[in-house]
């Protein structure tokens, strides 16, 4: 099939790669967001999927909304049999569903209809699923709900953060978003509706959100910030500045801190939590490296009774 692939972050280089080298389909162009600013020079950078595709020889669209007319014009060009979706990044209009005879298909990181939205990995974490997954469904324009072609389970690691869990799920959907073009190219392959139950919620997690709340049990401060591993990143605030934190573990058999003290000793450092503490592992000081928190502590030297907000 003619493919038009659309995608943005490091998170679609698996499906592409593996949509170019398959002997069955061609990719005639991709779609990525516009380049963006990004690194401590704020300069600005192709998106991932842009670098690709134009390293491969592969035309690369970048329309500011995926209803442009330019845009449109250009996709009834191309004349797609079919539209791969992996993380593009942007709502696409009518117009533009309409245009591949085989619609637009999207790899998504969960189980649906469990965790409909953008951010499925992080959810999945934050909420303790033992087991998550990635599907591929027709796009429709309902958020997620499309009709599901396939899905693929993988099992939610007890120190596993969103990055790794989805480095692992952007390469098994790989192969499942290449499974899913050739059953529908030979005509193998049909959409199943979405179940009416078990619909769940994915919205992004922002920066206010990744603020840990010491209050909470220590089984929840560890999800959330292995949620937040590597974004937007987990925080809190000691001596009125942030502290990003690194994935943690919770303890036991130890002393047990009031929620947010800081008990530092020569090999670890804890943090008070509702229920058991918690040892740090790496922490970022505002303005600062990434560092061990033992070397952090040492540092601030650590006042009785301190600890963060």
């Keep these: ?153 993988e099992q939610i690691q007890t120190a596993d953060t969103s990055g790794a869990l989805l480095e692992r799920l952007s390469v098994s959907g790989a192969g499942l978003l290449a499974a899913t073009l050739d059953g529908i190219e030979d005509g193998s392959l049909e959409a199943l509706p979405q179940p009416a139950d078990g619909v769940t919620t994915a919205p992004k997690i922002n920066v206010t959100d990744a603020q840990v709340d010491w209050a909470k049990p220590a089984m929840h401060v560890d999800r959330l910030v292995r949620a937040c591993t590597p974004a937007p990143g987990a925080w809190s605030e000691f001596r009125g500045q942030r502290v990003k934190l690194g994935p943690v573990r919770p303890v036991s058999g130890q002393e047990r801190p009031a929620p947010g003290q800081i008990v530092a000793t020569k090999h670890a450092v804890l943090v008070g939590t509702a229920t058991g503490p918690v040892e740090l592992g790496e922490v970022q000081p505002q303005g600062k490296r990434l560092m061990g928190a033992v070397e952090w502590a040492r540092g601030v030297r650590l006042e009785s009774g301190e600890g963060f907000k």
């Design 1 to 153: 099939m003619r493919l038009v692939f659309a995608g943005t972050p490091q998170t679609a280089l698996p499906s592409l790669r593996a949509l170019i080298d398959s002997p069955r389909h061609e990719v005639v162009a991709v779609v990525t967001r516009p380049d963006a600013q990004s690194g401590r020079g704020r300069k600005v950078h192709p998106s991932p999927v842009a670098e690709l595709a134009e390293e491969s020889g592969i035309e690369v669209l970048r329309p500011a909304k995926a209803g442009d007319p330019e845009f449109l014009d250009r996709l009834r060009e191309l004349a797609p049999d079919c539209c791969p979706v992996v993380a593009y990044g942007a709502l696409l209009p009518q117009s533009a569903l309409d245009v591949p005879r085989h619609g637009w298909v999207n790899l998504h990181f969960s189980i649906l209809p469990a965790w409909r939205g953008a951010a499925p990995v992080q959810h999945a974490i934050l909420h303790g699923d033992e087991i998550t997954g990635a599907s591929t469904f027709r796009i429709v324009k309902q958020l997620d709900a499309g009709p599901v072609f396939g899905v693929v389970t």
